[in-house]
């Protein structure tokens, strides 16, 4: 069973007690957000494969990497770094502090066990297509040597994550919007060349229709890159969260709505209130992530 923890909060940069106490205990309570079930995922050395974790800030969580890699359990770091102006990543750490720390764990742990994401590609008055290459090529530069993979997609503006993006647009003074398929495939091919030039293929998630030469299909729980991250196989089914979708099965261990970097466009997160209180309310020792 590969376990992700996780593309609904960021557990490295805000759970790392809760985590390091769950790991220690062997198992973990999870809310099916969606059939309002509670089930338990075994967090054992027997019974997990790898670990694919996702992160803007994975400083925090040094100590639980190490663990992790004590016990003999391959990991991959899924780490977005976007350098986005603050009105749209309002409280992110700085790019820079974040490209260090993956050449620190690429050194650590070795190039495998590190994904790059400029995930989503937001385009609003602050981010047109300009920016995205220019800023692209900045972090693809210093992030030379750190990661192999760069996994990009466009913004899917859901309904909550268009809520946030209108009302502070408004307040902001800028504005954000949605362009045409053919614009979306003309950047991705400029960034999958910028990528090639650093050492990097650029893939896409869940967005078949705007794939262009130099760049693949990305999955992100990928059982093989964790096969080489551990030097053994590492086997899972196919099992895709959504079209197109090429991801291996996989077991997520956090909650929505918990998450408080604040990021406009996020998915995970309906209200950065509720999110903020959910941290505070937050109990480590507790088997649920969010009781």
Same mark, same amino acid.
């Given at each position: 069973m590969i376990v992700s923890a996780s593309y609904r909060t960021d557990i490295p940069a805000f759970y790392g007690a809760w985590f390091a106490q769950r790991l220690e205990a062997g198992f973990c309570r999870v809310h099916n957000p969606y059939g309002g079930q509670t089930y338990e995922v075994a967090l054992t050395v027997e019974a997990v494969d790898g670990f694919?974790? =996702? +992160?803007?800030?994975?400083?925090?969580?040094?100590?639980?990497?190490?663990?992790?890699?004590?016990? $003999? +359990?391959?990991?991959?770091? !899924?780490?977005?770094?976007?350098?986005?102006?603050?009105?749209?990543?309002?409280?992110?750490?700085?790019?820079?502090? !974040?490209?260090?720390?993956?050449?620190?764990?690429?050194?650590?742990? $070795?190039?495998?066990?590190?994904? =790059?994401?400029?995930?989503?590609?937001?385009?609003?008055?602050? &981010?047109?297509?300009?920016?995205?290459?220019?800023?692209? $090529?900045?972090?693809?530069?210093?992030?030379?040597?750190? &990661?192999?993979?760069?996994?990009?997609?466009?913004?899917?503006?859901?309904?909550?994550?268009?809520?946030?993006?209108?009302?502070?647009?408004?307040?902001?003074?800028?504005?954000w919007f949605d362009p045409d398929a053919g614009e979306k495939r003309r950047l991705a091919a400029e960034l999958a060349a910028i990528a090639a030039d650093h050492g990097m293929r650029l893939t896409l998630c869940s967005q078949a229709e705007l794939l262009v030469p130099g760049a693949g299909a990305a999955r992100c729980i990928d059982a093989e890159r964790l096969a080489r991250v551990a030097g053994r196989p590492i086997r899972a089914p196919r099992k895709g969260n959504r079209p197109d979708c090429l991801c291996h099965q996989s077991r997520d261990i956090g909650a929505y709505d918990s998450c408080p970097h604040g990021c406009l466009y996020c998915y995970g997160v309906a209200s950065q209130q509720r999110a903020v209180a959910r941290l505070r309310s937050h109990d480590p020792g507790a088997a649920e992530l969010i009781s």
């Open positions: 694919v974790f =996702w +992160t803007r800030n994975a400083s925090p969580f040094l100590p639980q990497l190490a663990e992790v890699q004590r016990r $003999g +359990t391959p990991f991959v770091v !899924q780490y977005s770094v976007l350098d986005y102006p603050r009105l749209l990543d309002p409280s992110v750490p700085p790019a820079a502090d !974040q490209v260090r720390l993956m050449h620190r764990l690429a050194a650590d742990y $070795g190039r495998d066990a590190v994904v =790059w994401r400029y995930d989503p590609v937001v385009f609003s008055s602050l &981010t047109e297509s300009r920016h995205h290459v220019a800023s692209f $090529g900045r972090l693809a530069r210093a992030l030379n040597g750190a &990661t192999d993979e760069v996994v990009i997609s466009f913004v899917n503006p859901y309904r909550k994550a268009r809520r946030r993006l209108d009302q502070v647009a408004q307040g902001g003074g800028f504005s």
